[in-house]
Structure formats: structure tokens, C-alpha cells
């Protein structure tokens, strides 16, 4: 069974990604980070301080935020800042990716010291959140890296590299990074956050549409883990640079 | 490989589970489901309006909304109306209940009406999410009844029943249905929604911890398709009484 | 001059009251108190810290919040939280209920410890602040002797039990414990709280409609404190249960 | 039994009461109403819209907004414009003036339009909502004056004059018009709005400390009986001006 | 080239500028200032802490609030407390005093302690925010006289006068403190904030609609020094009475 | 008098300004605007609505909106939509940006349809709202001839360019385009904000610390409209392109 992608991609492409170190100047990591036409500004910031529940426990904390420009998307939306509160969509999104980065860190090696990882979508084309994650990685591999150049600490408190793909089923055929024409046209679809082990970090599949089988659940988990194959590459390649 | 769990239950066995219709009298359906210790009021509130975004389209919309009353929990949590706002974690939750239920319904049949699932955890144990969702849609199934038993709507919009339940990994098992003491012990869980055709409607699994294998996931869900296959009985029994 | 009440109740006969101790295992005090088919669940929560007026004074405090489920009412009610604020009747309640329950307890013997007793309703039939005022004494009770057996306080600091009840004139006559019928149709109400010494505690009375005189005022309160009497000895059975 | 009072005045004694109309000139009621050092500025304004829940049923409304300046009160208190709510006690007050003010109109000869009274403490010194209201009353009485002399309605609606006083056990005495010293320093005070008829309005009686007796409530009453008749009479000289 | 102003004044004439000392009695300073019907009440408040960012650095710090009393404007406008937030108007305003009044003072004289300014303003008729500049002035004076008298300070922290007066273009001639009448019919207005050196503190000038020429401003500067200069001269009148 | 600026610049010399359209691709106009290291993303959106008070005019609207990503700053900042609401400088400057922008429009032209323009700072390094007004008149100006091409007005509503540039006394010398080492260590600074016309659209000039003489005040404004004009020169050379 073929498809033809809006992109004109293979079911198992995924779209052009960069990934631009040091985008703004003032972070101790920042990363512009695109799939496609969706761009996201990554930003890794450093403060000497942990949340009230970790306070003398010797350990550190990372954790994310993440909004979009109101005229990153199609229409414009409004400015969480002017509604005076985020939306459950951004929240749920922000959580999603400070999990995913903590499951690659030992925070007793980071010490009593917060990252916060800012993730701003300039561009909107679907897979916001996953191009984040990606992106988020970088940012933190170089935010941790003006740590040990400092001496401040002494280990890599990283064991092991994050990134994320989206998955769906569009048309009947499972495709890997959905952009929005797909996204919008498709009943089913999945995020899915691995490590460079091959374990699984997050995966949130969704079906509003169509609920999906078995057989197409093990079809999207295997292009998710050959997408984020090629990710992890690209991050290596980009932190080596 | 076998480890106790600290309710002696075995891997795949459920808690007990009750669900009681009509436990307060004014909502169109009103339930109150229990997972072991974890008990939720999931009420359905008929609205002959719809938001704005369907208006004049002919369709309904199902949707919920979630909260633990502050001493639901092992030690008081600040009420959210205090506060002045729902927290990330809420809102995840109540919109996971509403696309789960969304799911089930034809909204063409529905009509140009709202119909709102109030799911309020009075004592929570764990699981609190998919005891909402399986209770919710008892909930919803009793006020559809009550659509049709006036002839406000002719034909029944629900084609499909829909439960939850939770799987995890603990101390390297695989286990069904976690409670609040598993939960805090244990490095993976996962929340699995399915229909009663047997399809994946949510999978949304966490490795705050240790990243899951494949074939811990393929485990996982097994025991989630099984453990459904048993609410769902409990819900058919449920609306049969 | 006689009147016939909605319920058939006589003028001066309390609705059937239960009050349930133990609803929930989590507070300290936990209890559903039902004045007919009004029911509220009241949990007391003891916190080993003071608000900051009162630190370092060697006092305790005891505080209250309410809260509606939104279906607990005949059409729903948007949630608080999600309105992003409590309303004036709430914040009103509430504060009646802290100062009612504040009125019993010595402060001194209490300890550098905070009370606080939630007030949920999950079915609102008229004269949820009063059913909750009762109720809530209970569970301040039970959170009273659960402090007593641990040994972390030597003396009760209750010294009184206290109870509330509304009083109406309906069709011109003084009636007793109005329910959501009689109260929609009332002109005048009152709210009393009273201890088991006969004092006054609270006295809230509102004509919106027409005034009341010195002799409905007078039959008023003469029905509180009869019934009042009732409530204090249901108390005293469910403690002694 | 005798009490000397902080200010000198006798048990059954107001403070100086000044009414001055056409304090402020927008408002087409404006009142400045003085309880000794405690001073409101009370303004009516009139708007030709209602409540959407009157819209379309031929009634007016009329409502209140309470507020204290920031340095009205001895210590600075926050702004609640800066803080971003109103507090409890705010909200409680100006739902108590709108009811009393209420009470004396009859909204069907209002016609639809909503008369706001702005009730915003200038100096406080105790008694700020029973000046408030017994200011507000001539506010209103002017604003309705205003749509007469316009033509605008043509029957009275005010069935009635409105005013209010405070009461309370000082050091074991019954005193009327509670200043800040003695409020400070009283177990029992109580706010009582009456009409011209003599007919109780509202009646808000709290014991924080020592629950009040039967007999102590009747001299309260009588007091404050005693006061008011004053207050209307001065109501009356003020609007004869 | 000749305009007649709506009020009759000259180009260069300042409305009758009342500075009231002492208005009301628990703040440090207390001015009711009126330029013609404009009416802002200022009060100083002193307070024996800094914010966070002074701590420790034995510097004291001076700020504003303000606001409008809801029905000091033509017609009604919504209390800001009630929306739950300041508009950026008022923000503006509040900002631009605190810069203001702090351009006078040393800091390190004033010692580790706030100077609040809260300017409300009863009554507008145009020029709000000069009249509170020029009123807070006089208030914070008698702050610091209190602080002197009490010897809490040693040395005068005022190192100069302060006032503000608004100019603009009316009609095609530059003209001296815009009353309300001007200020709705003028394409261009500046507020002008000077000290008795005959230095600029703040100039904040505006065209909505056509813009100004190098020649109109000087024009404009021209009248705010001389109305500046008449502003100040009261300000020590009052101080001196 | 001479000064060496941080930057090393002259002291009437601009910092490099480059103008980027076409930045992102769903805006009707986008433009990347750079002065120096500080860089704001500009967007224009059309909307075929206006607001509530100009609806049925015929006349359109423009107006602004500004924020800065988190980490755009040194340190970071907290992000506004976290904290539930915009701070004062927030607004001041979006406020502003509206102003300026609507200066230049003819509204009548533009029919009933509001232009929103999104600056939002990427990096700051002083004069970000000089930077963001320059800008954003490009990005009006792109959404001008989106609308022109689509016929959906016919004439143009632009009547003139606006640019603006900070000036400031930096260590007694008056100087150009403050950077933000200049701006940290600066007593006075001014925005100015010009059209194409020599004429001034708005002037804000702050002297927190010293206060600034007239002839400071000339020579600064002189200094002010050399910038502009050059930036003028830009936006034309960018749009010709």
C-alpha cells in the first residue's frame, strides 16, 4: 500500500533538520533547531538554585518551558502572556519535554544547580514538540559542557543522548514526522522520545479519529526508532562541530 | 521471575473494582467508580450549546473536566480555586478524559449539545486517571439513556465502549492496575485506553527512571488487554443492573 | 396560620440528618454529613505549621475552605478552578465556617498547628454552610483525638461542640432547616450558630424581599435553638458511635 | 453596670455623622459620609444595560462595589488592583450593601438600567460598611432623582430608606457605633440594617471570642434600633438640603 | 495666532491649583491636590523594609501606585480590583510617578525603608498624573519631615522640588495644562516632569495625531518651565503653611 | 568633550542595523530586525475584525504586542506567560509600538480590519522597543502590499514612514543609539520616535539620575534626528529589495 505525502516524502523520510549551536549569545546553550519548516529556539540557562522540594539534597534539577510566537502558526494565536495563563496544551507540552531531558541526566552529578531549557517555536509546520526535545538535547549537552569548562563540575552529569520523532497513520499507511498538512489529516499519531540505547522514554499515541491495531502500533514504534536513529547522528554531529 | 506486591496482588490481577450508578441525583449521569481505595465521582451534565468553534455544524462535543478534592490525597493538596488555576498535571489529565470519551461518540448523533464529564477524585490510590475515564463513561452512557428516554435525540451516539487502566513496571515486573504505593516505587507506567473492538485509543508511557525495552512494552501492554477486557465486563454489567 | 412545606415537613422538623464518620481514610477527620438530600463531605487536615501572623506565639489555628462540586447543583456550575477564581459566596462561606469552628477551640492548648477542614459538596439541596458547619465540628473532633492518642497534644483543646441550622419565614410562616425549594421561595433566612451552651455564635439573617420584624426575628431564632439542640445531640451519637 | 468608652461617648451614643451630596460631580449620585474619622465616599452611577440574567424581563438592578484605599486604614494595606483580587472580606461587604440597597427599591418602576454604588473608604476608624450603606442610600436617592427630573422614569422606585449601624458587647456592655478602638478590643459585634418601617433588612452577628446570650442580643437590637432612627433622620435632613 | 481655550484661560494659564496638607490622618503624608476639578488624593507611606533587590545595601527606595476611584471619570469605568488587574495605562502611570519622586531623593540618606506613594485620584478632569507628581511631592516632604521629627533620620533626603504639568497643542496653539475638554480635541500633548534646578526629569511626549515640529516643542517646553515654575512655588507655600 | 564608548563607536554613530523580510513565512509581513546584538522578530498579522469600539466605523486598526523570550537577557527572565501576566514595561513598550504605528496609518484607508504586530526580542542588547518600532513599520509595510496585491484595498493607508532611536547622556556626552552597557551606566536616555515628515511622533526622555538641562535636551534631540534619518534610509533600501 503507497501514499503520496503532501511533501512528497517516503513513509520513512523525515523532513531536512539543522541544528545551529549557538543561535543568541547570552545562554550558556542555545540551539536553532529545525525539521522542515518548523523552527524552534532552544535555550539552556543555568541558575545556581533548585526548586523548595530538592533544597539540600545535593542534587540538581532540569526542567523546560516552552511557548510559541503568536504568529508562529497559520493564523495567529493569542499571547499566553496577554490571556494571563498558559493553556493545558503548552503545560502538558513543557512537562513532556523536562521529563525527557531529566531521563538523561544524573542530577546528583549536576549538583544543587537548575537548567532550564526554554523552547520557542518561531515556525510552526507539526512536530513542535519533538524538533524541542531534539533541540532541548544540544542545548543542554552545551550548557553542561560551560559547566565542566569552568570547572564547576567535575563529571558529565549526561549518561546518554534524548530525541524525538512523531509517528502516525496517514491514509492507512504508518509515516514518520508528520507536517502539519499531514498532521491535520490524520487520525492517529504518535510522539515517541528514545534514548541512544534504544530504550523508551516517552511514548503518547493518539487516536481521535480511528483507534489504532496492534500491528499498526508495532509499525509506527519501528519508523520511530529508525527516525530517531538518525536524529541521535545528527546531534552527534552537530556537538561535534 | 515473581515479586510481591505490596497489596499481594498478583501481576495481572486488578484491584476490585465497583461502579454505582445514580450516586447523586441531579447530573444526567452520575457514577461513582472505585479502583480499590481509589474512588471517583464522574458526573455527565447535559448543555444544549456547544463552544463556539461548532456552532451552527450540526455536531455535539464531549468533555471533561478533572479535580482531587484537597484531602483526596495522602497529605492535603492546595485546592486549585484557591490558587487561582488548574495545574499542568489537572489539565493533562481532564484533556486525555475528553479525547478518550470523544472516541466513543458519533457527535453528528449527539446533536448541537454539550455534554461535560465532572470527574472529582474524593480518595485517590493510585490509577486516579483511568478509574475517571472508565467511570466517566458509564456516566455518559447513563445520560445518553436519558437523551433517548425523552426523545430528545433518536438514535444512540456512543458505538463503542471505552475503559483504562494503568501497567508498569515494578522492581523489573510487569504488573497490572498500580496503586499509589507501586507508583511511587516504580521507574515506568503507562495509562493504555482501548475500545471494546480491541483498539488503542491513548498510550501514554513514562520512564521517569529506566528507559523501557520493546519487549517490556510488548509486555505491558498484554496485561492492559487483558485487564480492560475486565472493566469492560464491569461496565456492561454495570449498565445492565 | 398553618403552611404546607414542600418536603411535608411540620415547621420545626430538622430533614433526615446523617453524619458519617470516616468517609475517607486519608485526613485526620473525615466525614459526610447529610441534612436530607444535601450532602457534604468534610475533611480535617492537621498541619504542623502556623500562618505567619501567628508564628512563633505558641497558638494554633483552625481555617476552612468550601467548594461545590459542579454538579452538585441542579444545573451545573462552572468550576472554580477553572474560572480561575473562588466566588464572593464562596470566600463568604467559607469564612463563616473558620470563624464558627474557631469559636470552640482554645488556641493555646492547640499548639503551633493549623487545622484546616475542607468542605466539599457533593449534592446541594438548600443549607450546604449550615450541614457543613456540623458537619465539620465532627471532623474537627476526630482530628482533635487522633492528635490526643499520638500524644502530641496533652489537653482538648475543644471546649464546646457547635452546630448551625437555618431558619426561614416561608409564606409567612417561621419554618425550621429550609431545603432548595423553600429557600428559592423564601423571602427572609437566617443562619444560626450556636454551641452547646446556648450562646450565640453567628447570626446571618437577609430579607431580600420583605424586611423582617422584632417577633418573626424572636420565632426565628426560637426555632434555631430548638433545632440547633437536635443537631448537637446527633453530634454526640456519631462521636460516641 | 458602667464602661468608659475609647472616645468618651455613652453606650447608646453615635459618633458625629456628616452627609455631604455632590461630593464629586460625574456621578449622578456622589455622596461623602462620615462616621466620626471613618469617611466613605459613596457614588451612584447609573447605566441603561442589566445583568444578562434580567436582560429582556423589564427590571433594573442594583448593585455595590466596596474598596478601601491603600492608606485609608493605620498600617498601609496592599492594593487589590495590584495584587490582582479582591479579598474575602471585600467581596462579603459590597454583596452585603447591594442586598441591603436593594431591599428598598422596587426594580420593576427602575426600568432596565443598573445603578452601581462605588462605595471607597477615604479614612477608616471602624464601621466602614454601615456608613457605606447608609451613604449609599442617599446616593441612590439622588441618582433616582436625576431620572426623574429627566423624565427618564416616571415613578419613584425607592419604596423606602436603608440604613445601618454596628453594635457590640465592649468590656461586658452593650455599645452602639463601634469605633476602631473599641472593634479591636470586642468579642461580639454585630452590623444591622434596617428600614424606615422598621423592619430588619440584614443582621451579621459574630462572636469571635465569648459566644453572646439571648438577652445580650436583645439589647444589641435595641441599640441599634435607637441608632438607626437617628440615621434616618439624618438621611432625610441630607436629602432636604 | 489666538484659541479660546473651552475653559476661557489664557495659552500660558494654569487652572486654580489647590495643595490640601494633612487630608486624611493615618498616612505620613497626606495631600489632596486639585488642578481646577481634578482631584488626586496622595499619601505617603513609610515602611521599615526595601524590596529584595536593595536588601542589606543600607539604600531606601521610593515608588507609586494609582489609581482612579471608578466613578472619578465622565462615565463609570470598571474597577481595576474587579478585573482582577491594572491596565497598562495605569502601570504607565504609576511607573512614571515612582521615576519621578525618586529623581529627588538620596537614597542612602533615606536609609533601609520604602516611601509608598498611592495616588488615587477622586475626580478627573485631565492632567491626573501631573496633579499626582506635584502632589506626592508635597506628601513625601512631610514624610521625611516625620521621619526627621522622630529622629529616625538625621539629614534631609530631598535634595529638590519636583512637579509636573502637561502641554499640548490645541487647536494649532500651544497651550498650558490640558483640561479634560482640551485633552480629547488635542493631536498632540507632552507631560513634562521637572525640578526646582530647572532640570528635566521625565518628558514624555505624544502625537496620536499629527506630529510635532522642532518649533512647537520648543513652544511647548517653553510654557511647561513657566508653568513648572508656578507649580513649585505653590508647593512651598503649602509646605510653609 | 570626547568619550569612549564601550562599543567603541563615534558618538553620533548607529550600531549595524540590518533588516530581514521575509524572516518567517505565515505573517502577512515578517522581518528580523537587528541593531547590533539586539534582534526582534516582527510580524505582521491581518485580521478582518476590529475592536469592539471602532466596529461599524469603517475604520481598521493597528495595534501592538511585545515580549521578550526568556533567555533574549542576561540573566534570565521570567517568562510572563508563566507568571500570568505582562509587567509594566511590557505594556509600556507594546503601548508605544501601537502608538507609533498608528501614526502613520490612515485607518479609514485600511477598512474595518486590524493589523497586529508581534515584536518579539530574540536577544537584547538595549533598544529593543527603537529596534522593534523600526522594524515593525517594515513588516506593516509588507502587510500593506499583501493586502494592495489581493485588491483587497486600494489604496495604500501608509502616509509616511516611522523609525526611532534611543539617545542618551553617557558619561557627559550626549550619544546615539545606547547599547546596553551604555544604558546600564547612562542617567539620562531618551526614545525618539520620528516619520519621514521630520516630524515627532512621540519623545520619552527619563532622567533617573542627573537631570538634564535644555541644552543637553537640544543636542540630544539633534543627534536623534540624524539616526532616524538613516534608519529611514534602511527601511527604504530594505523594502526596495
Redesign the interface.
Known amino acids: 500500500m503507497t501514499v503520496v505525502r503532501p511533501s512528497g516524502r517516503a513513509p520513512d523520510q523525515l523532513r531536512p533538520v539543522r541544528i545551529e549551536r549557538g543561535f543568541?549569545?547570552?545562554?550558556e546553550g542555545?540551539v536553532l533547531v529545525s525539521f522542515g519548516?518548523t523552527?524552534v529556539?532552544c535555550?539552556a540557562?543555568i541558575?545556581n538554585k533548585v526548586p523548595a522540594f530538592l533544597r539540600g539534597k545535593g542534587e540538581g534539577w532540569v526542567t523546560a518551558?516552552y511557548?510559541m510566537?503568536?504568529?508562529?502558526?497559520?493564523?495567529?494565536s493569542e499571547?499566553?502572556?496577554?490571556?494571563?495563563?498558559?493553556?493545558?496544551?503548552?503545560?502538558?507540552i513543557?512537562?513532556l519535554i523536562g521529563?525527557a531531558l531529566?531521563?538523561c541526566v544524573d542530577r546528583g552529578a549536576l549538583g544543587e544547580r537548575t537548567i532550564?531549557l526554554?523552547c520557542?517555536v518561531?515556525?510552526?509546520d507539526g512536530g513542535t514538540r519533538t524538533a524541542a526535545i531534539t533541540g532541548a538535547y544540544v542545548a543542554l549537552a552545551d550548557a553542561v559542557r560551560w559547566l565542566l569548562a569552568r570547572g564547576e563540575i567535575s563529571r558529565d552529569p549526561i549518561h546518554g543522548a534524548v530525541a524525538a520523532i512523531s509517528v502516525g497513520v496517514y491514509r492507512g499507511v504508518p509515516v514518520l514526522d508528520l507536517d502539519y498538512a499531514e498532521d491535520s489529516d490524520c487520525d492517529t499519531d504518535?510522539n515517541v522520545v528514545?534514548?541512544d540505547?534504544?530504550?523508551?522514554?516517552?511514548?503518547?499515541?493518539?487516536?481521535?479519529?480511528?483507534?489504532?491495531?496492534?500491528d499498526e502500533?508495532d509499525a509506527l514504534?519501528g519508523l520511530a526508532e529508525r527516525g530517531i536513529g538518525q536524529l541521535l547522528e545528527l546531534q552527534r554531529q552537530a556537538l561535534a562541530g
Open positions: 543568541t549569545r547570552h545562554a542555545s519548516d523552527r529556539l535555550t540557562s541558575d518551558e511557548g510566537l503568536p504568529r508562529s502558526t497559520h493564523t495567529r499571547r499566553e502572556a496577554a490571556r494571563g495563563k498558559q493553556g493545558g496544551r503548552t503545560l502538558e513543557q512537562r521529563r531529566r531521563a532550564t526554554d520557542d518561531l515556525q510552526a504518535m528514545m534514548n540505547g534504544g530504550g523508551f522514554i516517552e511514548l503518547q499515541g493518539t487516536a481521535e479519529g480511528h483507534a489504532f491495531r496492534r502500533l514504534l
